[in-house]
């Protein structure tokens, strides 16, 4: 089984930054894609930075030159760095990542989420 484990959320005011870590274990075989989703209530699931295996990353555009993504693959972690945080970045953030196991399958795996809360 694999498994996600996120941390790092909280709170933190305007211009603030924080960095959430999440670290996949279990019988993995080789992790292809590994970022970063959040959510609002009410909203569907968005994208915020993914890495992709192939090389290269994806972030949106409204985290752009704030946030960056690293990875530790001895570590199998994934590192979100969040800077000049604003109160539109106040979501509920997933750890995402495309992983093929042991056995040969890929699949998607997301972690617990963890709240980020942006706020004078």
Not at 28 to 47: A, C, E
């Amino acid at each position: 089984q694999v498994q996600l484990v996120e941390s790092g959320g909280g709170l933190v005011q305007p211009g603030g930054s924080l960095r959430l870590s999440c670290a996949a274990s279990g019988s993995i075989f080789s992790i292809n894609h590994m970022g970063w989703f959040r959510q609002v209530p009410g909203k569907q699931r968005q994208l915020v930075a993914v890495e992709y295996a192939t090389g290269g990353t994806t972030y949106a555009d409204s985290v752009r030159g704030r946030f960056t993504l690293s990875r530790d693959n001895a570590k199998n972690t994934t590192y979100l760095q969040m800077n000049s945080l604003k109160p539109e970045d106040t979501a509920v953030y997933y750890c995402y990542s495309l992983i093929q196991t042991s056995a040969g399958w890929q699949y998607d795996y997301w972690g617990q989420g963890t709240q980020v809360t942006v706020s004078a």
